[in-house]
């Protein structure tokens, strides 16, 4: 490929939580960009996390390297401070001191979300352990990935989450939680906006991840069947229309003036032009405000 078709050549990716669907997705398209990515999370050949999915960090690595980028596996919980102080000095040492993009995609919440409770009918513990695993992995994550990029005064920071307006999320810590990963990146664009380095949130709209494939009891050759089932699925994603996203943010040197705010794939393949894997352009949004709205009211104003 040309450094046209290829245009993080030469430049280093974080995504973690990186094994499975966004965050997976992320990883193989900045390679497939020319991009290192170092993928983490908890689930590897090493052994599976609670989560108890197949998907290890290894396989999404290989994907990346198979794209035409570097995939580099290390095994992270980044719910712990001092594992996630001992990657970043890997990569420090391993890449010259370089992070360019760091994408927080962290979630391991789906078993965590209770969606049939109001907030005093729910536990308590599980609900705070879904934002210390949502949110605080990526606080942990940008403390010390974050002095990389402003010791070069460059990057972007990517914090991927569920919805991208004021829209009441379904249930009181999931909302909660995707809601405050917003603010994060509003938060850190403030504080890294001197420095040079953008940071913004983005979501993807209805996204067959491997465990949406798997309870719609379809694979991606015949998702099409899943619409039986629930006719909206078929104006789902994939990962790799949110991971095009993703580069193209990455690739773009205006990247700055979209900083501190909170994007989706919806509105960015209208300006960047990519398009999901099979070559459509699904928009979420404009499926929403046609078909649901009326039902579920609008999507909201922008966060």
Do not use: C
Request: hydrophobic share 40%; charged share 25%; no cysteine.
């Amino acid at each position: 490929m040309t450094s046209h078709e290829q245009p993080l050549t030469g430049k280093v990716a974080l995504v973690a939580g990186g094994t499975r669907g966004g965050g997976k997705g992320i990883a193989v398209e900045l390679g497939t960009a020319g991009a290192t990515v170092y993928v983490t999370g908890r689930s590897s050949a090493a052994g599976r996390s609670d989560i108890d999915r197949p998907e290890t960090i290894e396989e999404a690595a290989e994907q990346v390297t198979a794209s035409g980028g570097t995939g580099i596996p290390v095994r992270t919980d980044h719910s712990r401070p001092e594992e996630v102080r001992a990657l970043i000095e890997q990569v420090a040492a391993e890449q010259g001191g370089r992070l360019d993009v760091l994408v927080n995609s962290v979630w391991g919440g789906d078993h965590l979300t209770d969606w049939e409770h109001p907030l005093w009918e729910q536990d308590l513990d599980t609900g705070l352990r879904l934002l210390r695993r949502a949110v605080e992995t990526h606080v942990i994550t940008s403390r010390f990935a974050l002095p990389l990029m402003v010791a070069r005064k460059s990057g972007l920071v990517v914090e991927v989450t569920d919805g991208n307006t004021d829209r009441y999320r379904g249930s009181f810590f999931y909302d909660l939680a995707k809601s405050a990963v917003i603010r994060l990146a509003v938060a850190q664009a403030a504080e890294l906006r001197s420095h040079n380095v953008a940071a913004v949130a983005i979501t993807p709209g209805f996204l067959r991840s491997e465990a949406m494939l798997e309870g719609f009891g379809v694979t991606e050759d015949n998702w099409r069947d899943g619409a039986a089932k629930d006719p909206h699925f078929a104006h789902s994603e994939t990962p790799a229309y949110l991971g095009r996203a993703v580069a193209a943010l990455a690739a773009d040197p205006g990247v700055m003036a979209k900083t501190g705010r909170a994007l989706a794939t919806w509105g960015l393949y209208k300006e960047y032009g990519f398009t999901d894997a099979d070559g459509t352009q699904p928009d979420w949004a404009g499926h929403w405000g046609s078909a649901l709205a009326e039902d579920y009211g609008p999507l909201g104003e922008p966060l």
